[in-house]
């Protein structure tokens, strides 16, 4: 029973603790991504890689980014397509 | 050969110089040699928290710069036969020291010591680059607060590009009854977001105060509670396992009463 | 200048009060002695020359008369007598030295102020400190085994002379009421109770 008012009184899900929680697990990502900046540029080319499979892409023009607005992180990428690629080097693959 | 291990935290006073007088001590108290690092240049700590700071005549810049041998720097603790204390230097420029010379330092006290134990300054500037250079282990120190445990992932990351993989994680000051009410994270929560494994969590403990003020490290109390979680990093450290402490128990009139009406 | 008022003149030992009853007319004097120090020197610290202790009490606006003797420049003086209380080589310092600064000079040290825990003092002569001594002191540091240390509270962390080292003892121990000196007597440094006017005191190191 004590255990149960404890809860009441105490426990709930806005208490400061979540708040700390929550902040930091939002600040962290974005900590993290902005650590290394080789760690972007690494996964830009390796995006190159997989899309040069399919279609032809202006390198060059290529942004990778990740965007942090109120509650959320994404990662946007800008990628200009130069033109589709006819025979996709997938069935190489599978083959 | 002997170990080294780094104890750092990215933010300043969360307690990593207590760590290392304590953890130091204790591993001494189990009869291992060990000489504890300060490299804090500047604003060293260490020597007033073990109560050593009126033997020393050499410090590491000294050492490093070749104005005196290594064991003339050397300061033999005033309990423990094993334990040595390397001071900073307190009038010196901190740039007197670079990691090249502290990888040679620690190698050097590696033949000598079973544990090496570094006390890294706060910051991720020079003296943590120092700090860590010598280093195959590391211990990252934090508080359960937001701008702590922020800080202590940033180490983490610089620790693991230098190479510093899987470091243990101590949780100090934890107040159990503000994790109960749910005020305070506790290790789980800080675990959760840190993934990396735990060396031992310290609850808050006013004798860390006491003793500091002493010049005597926690562990020699067999009172105190912080003291008992030190000593049990000690032991995880040579390789025991021991369960982490339940930090709830004794925590007040609550849970005595709990107990003596039968709740858990 | 409008200093040496009074008022001022009463608090010669007040570590704060930067003020100097004879910079505004003895400028010469002041240069004189800065040039002779390491330039990062001269800025930490305060440094002076013929303070003679001016306890005469001028109206506001009021110019300070400088006697003709007190031309300082050459310090030479006529009898032998004279010559053996000259010394060029004493700085003094106004201020309390604080934990992280060191101070190092070929010659006497006077500090008027505190000497904090994790500051240091190395001297080739004499170390004076007109306040609490807790930091690190080095007297004689060149090998002058007749250089003393007096503080009006004597508690070095430790405590050195020539090539003697002392230290405060570990644990609890009672903090003086009195100013003391500390040297090297039969070849070991001992802690003696400042006694005025005695002739080692006033001897020349
Ligand atoms: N478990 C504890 N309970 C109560 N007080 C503590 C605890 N751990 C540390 N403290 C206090 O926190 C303060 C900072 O500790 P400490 O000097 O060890 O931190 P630090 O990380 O070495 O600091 P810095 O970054 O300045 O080197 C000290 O006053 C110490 O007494
Ligand atoms: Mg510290």
Redesign the pocket.
């Known amino acids: 029973m004590l255990e149960f008012l404890l809860r009441v009184f105490g426990k709930n899900s806005s208490s400061s603790k979540n708040v700390a929680k929550e902040r930091l697990r939002l600040v962290l990502v974005h900590d993290r991504a902005d650590v290394s900046p080789q760690l972007l540029e690494e996964l830009k080319e390796d995006l190159i890689k997989v899309i040069s499979n399919y279609m032809e892409i202006d390198e060059s023009a290529l942004e990778v980014n990740l965007d942090t607005s109120d509650n959320m992180v994404a990662l946007v990428a800008n990628i200009p397509v130069i033109r589709m690629k006819r025979t996709a080097k997938r069935s190489e693959k599978i083959g | 050969m002997g170990e080294v291990i780094v104890i750092t935290?990215g933010?300043?006073?969360?307690?990593?110089?207590?760590?290392?007088?304590n953890i130091g001590t204790a591993l001494a108290a189990l009869g291992h040699k060990v000489v504890m690092v300060d490299t804090?240049i500047g604003?060293r700590?260490l020597d007033v928290?073990l109560g050593l700071e009126n033997r020393i005549v050499y410090d590491i810049v000294d050492v490093t710069h070749g104005n005196c041998r290594l064991k003339q720097a050397l300061i033999k603790d005033k309990r423990f036969e094993g334990l040595h204390l390397l001071p900073a230097a307190q009038t010196k420029d901190k740039t007197a020291v670079n990691p090249e010379q502290m990888r040679e330092l620690c190698s050097e006290l590696a033949k000598q010591f079973d544990y090496v134990i570094i006390?890294?300054?706060?910051g991720i500037e020079q003296g943590f680059k120092n700090a860590i250079a010598g280093a195959e282990k590391a211990i990252v120190?934090t508080t359960p607060e937001v701008s702590a445990v922020r800080d202590a992932d940033r180490i983490i990351g610089l620790l693991e590009s230098a190479e510093l993989r899987d470091p243990k994680l101590i949780v100090?000051?934890i107040r159990p009854l503000m994790v109960k009410k749910g005020d305070m994270m506790s290790m789980d929560d800080i675990i959760d977001i840190l993934a990396v494994n735990v060396l031992g969590i310290?609850?808050?403990?006013?004798?860390?105060?006491v003793t500091?003020n002493k010049g005597e490290p926690a562990v020699l109390d067999n009172y105190s509670r912080?003291g008992q979680?030190y000593r049990n990093m000690a032991r995880r450290i040579t390789g025991e396992e021991i369960p982490l402490m339940d930090l709830e128990a004794d925590t007040g009139f609550m849970n005595k009463l709990k107990k003596l009406i039968g709740f858990k | 200048m409008k200093k040496a008022k009074g008022s001022k003149a009463k608090t010669l030992f007040e570590q704060k009060e930067e003020t100097d009853i004879m910079t505004g007319e003895t400028p010469d004097i002041q240069n004189q002695v800065t040039e002779e120090m390491p330039a990062e020197l001269a800025s930490i610290l305060d440094l002076e020359v013929g303070e003679t202790g001016n306890r005469i009490e001028f109206e506001e606006g009021e110019k300070v008369p400088v006697p003709e003797k007190l031309s300082f420049k050459p310090l030479v003086h006529k009898d032998p007598w004279q010559q053996a209380f000259v010394d060029e080589n004493t700085i003094l310092i106004k201020r309390t030295v604080r934990s992280g600064q060191s101070i190092q000079f070929d010659g006497n040290v006077v500090v008027l102020g505190d000497v904090n825990p994790g500051s240091e003092i190395v001297a080739s002569g004499n170390i004076i400190v007109m306040g609490a001594l807790r930091g690190v002191v080095h007297a004689g540091a060149t090998g002058n085994k007749e250089a003393t240390v007096s503080a009006f509270k004597l508690q070095p962390t430790q405590l050195r002379i020539a090539n003697h080292i002392t230290r405060a003892p570990d644990g609890d121990y009672l903090s003086p009421d009195h100013p003391e000196t500390a040297r090297i007597k039969d070849g070991i440094v001992v802690i003696e109770v400042y006694q005025l006017g005695q002739d080692r005191q006033t001897k020349i190191c």
């Open positions: 935290s933010k300043g006073g969360v307690g990593k110089t207590t760590a290392t007088a804090d604003l700590n928290v006390d890294c300054p706060a120190v100090n000051r310290v609850p808050e403990d006013e004798m860390i105060v500091t912080a979680a």
